[in-house]
């Protein structure tokens, strides 16, 4: 298993027409958002702007979480759904998208057959959970909205806190993890099968 751990403050923040984004991962690591080349691309935004509209992109399947706030997101021609913290809406990169509502968000985008799913989880200080990785998924991430936590896979430990994020990727068979809740945490957990 491969591990990357991208603390909070080496996270780089990027200016786009709404607000802001920070890009967690993306795959394969040479791959470029702007190119539009990469399998799958993980990002959290913050949405200062009350009325957004969506960059197109063809090809490119997303899914987009709500962490903090109300949005209103309307696809042109096909539906409207209002999420709140912790709903998610799954659609076509190529689809007429805009949204009502300033947020904090979690995005999930995927390519060339790449499937993915988005998660939340919540444990309460002292709880711990273990999981088998990889058995129908190439890549799993644990992203900290709150609290921390302690990952732990054979001798060795990660620690998360608030924003931090950890991406698991396949190498050989399945993996055995324990996460171990610090204190109260929120979290959500990407799936990609590619």
Same mark, same amino acid.
């Given at each position: 298993?491969?591990?990357?751990?991208?603390?909070?403050?080496?996270?780089?923040?990027?200016?786009?027409?709404?607000?802001?984004?920070?890009?967690?991962?993306?795959?394969?690591?040479?791959?470029?958002? /702007?190119?539009?080349?990469?399998?799958?691309?993980?990002?959290?935004? &913050?949405?200062?702007?009350?009325?957004?509209?969506?960059? %197109? !992109?063809?090809?490119?399947?997303?899914?987009?979480?709500?962490?903090?706030?109300?949005?209103?997101?309307? /696809? %042109?021609?096909?539906?409207?759904? @209002?999420? &709140?913290?912790?709903?998610?809406?799954?659609?076509?990169?190529?689809?007429?998208?805009?949204?009502?509502?300033?947020?904090?968000?979690?995005?999930?985008?995927?390519?060339?057959?790449?499937?993915?799913?988005?998660?939340?989880?919540?444990?309460?200080?002292?709880?711990?959970?273990?999981?088998?990785?990889?058995? @129908?998924?190439?890549?799993?991430?644990?992203? !900290?909205?709150?609290?921390?936590?302690? !990952?732990?896979?054979?001798? &060795?430990?990660?620690?998360? /806190?608030?924003?931090?994020?950890?991406?698991?990727?396949?190498?050989?068979?399945?993996?055995?993890?324990?996460?171990?809740?610090?204190?109260?945490?929120?979290?959500?957990?990407? !799936?990609?099968?590619?």
């Amino acid at each position: 298993m491969k591990i990357n751990l991208l603390k909070k403050e080496n996270q780089i923040i990027s200016v786009w027409a709404g607000g802001t984004t920070t890009q967690l991962a993306i795959y394969p690591e040479s791959a470029s958002y /702007h190119l539009r080349d990469f399998i799958f691309r993980i990002s959290s935004a &913050k949405v200062e702007a009350e009325t957004s509209v969506f960059t %197109k !992109l063809p090809g490119v399947s997303r899914i987009l979480m709500v962490l903090e706030g109300e949005l209103q997101l309307e /696809h %042109k021609g096909r539906y409207t759904t @209002n999420l &709140k913290k912790f709903d998610s809406d799954s659609f076509e990169g190529s689809w007429d998208t805009t949204s009502q509502g300033k947020v904090n968000d979690f995005n999930l985008m995927t390519r060339e057959g790449a499937k993915g799913t988005l998660q939340s989880k919540i444990l309460q200080s002292g709880e711990s959970f273990s999981e088998t990785l990889f058995v @129908n998924s190439s890549f799993v991430g644990f992203y !900290l909205l709150c609290g921390s936590i302690q !990952l732990s896979h054979l001798s &060795k430990t990660y620690s998360l /806190h608030k924003n931090d994020f950890i991406l698991l990727s396949k190498d050989g068979g399945s993996e055995e993890i324990k996460i171990t809740a610090a204190e109260y945490c929120e979290m959500l957990v990407p !799936l990609i099968t590619i």
